[in-house]
């Protein structure tokens, strides 16, 4: 018992330390190269250099904003992880992904633009596309005043395929914008800024929040409904509440970043082969691993071909694609 909590204690100070180097790290690199000595007088005493232009300007809302982004897209897998009790289950499984992007389209078609609170109408109509998506799918899956997770999870899929041919349509019919809808259904943090870095924790930390909230009742509810219903535990709410708060974090993350594959798949799975199931460190930890990830798979996107730059969501599903068809051969063993 004593070594487990070692072992949790010291995971989480070994992905405190990684979140705060690779911080320095992806501020530090790129183009121009930038000392971390430079980094931290930027931050303490805020130099009038070019330098610190970069930083501040550029640099530290991108890294900022990967680092919120990432730890809310891992948070939700683990979460629905929990809540379906399947290993390949992520965000994409609801459609949530899907509709936001079918939402950012339609605005890219239509040619809206207009700031509202400092984020873009792309943005608005991504967020609202995540959570009318949710409530269809759930409004499809509602049978007898009752919901099944079955039902939950065939609608999602069903409806997630049929919002992708859609997106496809409106590609072919749309060519002369195909490049600005292909580059956002990529997923892209080139064009970060403050005010998204806002906006993104101002939405996704709350949800983080509540999540953690509920991970104590989560663990029950892994046990089964059975047991979680004799328990006191309400499933029905409990789990409106988990994937309205799901689709607030994926709306908030693909009005920002476009769409970012398997980071919700990849975070939560490596989190849970190291320190077990207890939902209560898988979600935090989660949180934390996701940041690190995203953070290092956007800076290697920003070097890897310079000057040009390969999109965020490209990287992390290079990174998640192997890792997905290793947890299918485990499960198949």
């Known amino acids: 018992m004593g070594r487990g909590k070692n072992r949790n204690r010291l995971l989480l100070i070994l992905l405190i330390v990684s979140l705060i180097l690779s911080l320095i790290f992806a501020a530090s690199t790129g183009a121009v190269k930038i000392g971390a000595a430079e980094i931290i007088a930027t931050i303490t005493k ?39 009790k ?7 499984t609801l459609g949530m992904s899907s509709g936001a992007a079918l939402g950012a389209v339609i605005s890219i078609i239509t040619g809206l633009n207009v700031s509202v609170l400092g984020m873009e109408t792309t943005g608005i109509f991504a967020f609202i596309g995540a959570v009318l998506t949710l409530f269809f799918v759930y409004s499809l899956a509602y049978t007898r005043n009752r919901m099944s997770i079955n039902s939950l999870l065939l609608a999602g899929v069903a409806v997630s395929y049929f919002l992708a041919s859609v997106i496809s349509f409106l ?28 906006i993104s924790a101002v939405l996704i930390v709350p949800s983080l929040i509540v999540l953690l909230y509920y991970t104590r009742e989560l663990n029950i509810l892994v046990m089964g409904e059975d047991a ?6 309400n499933t029905s709410a ?19 970043g476009g769409t970012i ?41 920003r070097v890897l071909i310079q000057p040009s730059e390969i999109p965020v969501g490209v990287m992390t599903s290079i990174m998640g694609g192997p890792f997905f068809i290793f947890l299918l051969r485990k499960q198949r063993n």
């Open 86 to 92: 399947n290993p390949l289950v992520d965000s994409y």
């Open 171 to 198: 590609m072919m019919l749309n060519r002369n914008k195909i490049e600005h809808i292909v580059f956002w259904t990529m997923g892209s943090l080139s064009m970060a800024t403050w005010d998204e870095v806002f």
């Open 46 to 84: 805020g130099h009038d250099t070019v330098n610190a232009s970069i930083l501040l300007d550029i640099r530290f809302p991108r890294v900022l904003l990967a680092a919120v982004l990432g730890a809310g897209l891992a948070a939700v897998g683990g979460v629905m992880q929990a809540i379906f």
């Open 238 to 256: 409990l789990k409106n509440i988990l994937l309205i708060t799901c689709a607030v974090i994926v709306g908030s993350v693909v009005s920002t």
């Open 261 to 301: 594959a398997f980071l919700g798949l990849v975070a939560p799975h490596i989190i849970r082969l190291i320190i077990g199931s207890d939902n209560k460190r898988v979600i935090p930890y989660s949180a934390l691993l996701g940041s690190i990830l995203l953070i290092l798979s956007d800076t290697a996107g």
């Open 228 to 233: 979680a219903h004799h328990l006191g535990i």
